[in-house]
């Protein structure tokens, strides 16, 4: 067990992996971004984007189940957008 497994088992999950870089930490980085300079609208922008995202996964962890049992894991992760 090298650098080659870990290598190897970081590839073959990467979508494990970019999932959060996307939804997490480029946004988090953007937002400080936005907040450091003078506009506000990029504020508002960013603002915009963790209410939605906030509303999405209170909506994915509350209704998880229902979507479960009637559509199959699979449509309710189309759905909501999470994983």
Same mark, same amino acid.
């Not at 970081?10 to 936005?34: E, H, K």
């Given at each position: 067990? *090298? /650098? *080659? %497994?870990?290598?190897? &088992?970081?590839?073959?999950?990467?979508?494990? #992996?970019? *999932? +959060?870089?996307?939804?997490?930490?480029? +946004? @988090?980085?953007? %937002?400080?971004? &936005?907040?450091? %300079? +003078?506009?506000? @609208? $990029? $504020?508002?922008? /960013?603002?915009?984007?963790?209410? @939605?995202?906030? #509303?999405?996964?209170?909506?994915?962890?509350?209704? %998880?189940?229902? @979507?479960?049992?009637?559509? *199959?894991?699979?449509l309710s992760v189309i759905v909501v957008g999470n994983v």
């Amino acid at each position: 067990m *090298g /650098w *080659g %497994s870990f290598l190897k &088992a970081v590839l073959y999950n990467i979508d494990i #992996f970019a *999932g +959060p870089v996307v939804t997490l930490l480029y +946004p @988090l980085y953007s %937002s400080i971004r &936005a907040i450091e %300079s +003078p506009s506000r @609208l $990029d $504020d508002q922008q /960013w603002l915009t984007y963790w209410v @939605l995202y906030s #509303f999405m996964t209170l909506f994915e962890l509350s209704f %998880s189940r229902v @979507l479960e049992c009637i559509f *199959g894991y699979t449509l309710s992760v189309i759905v909501v957008g999470n994983v």
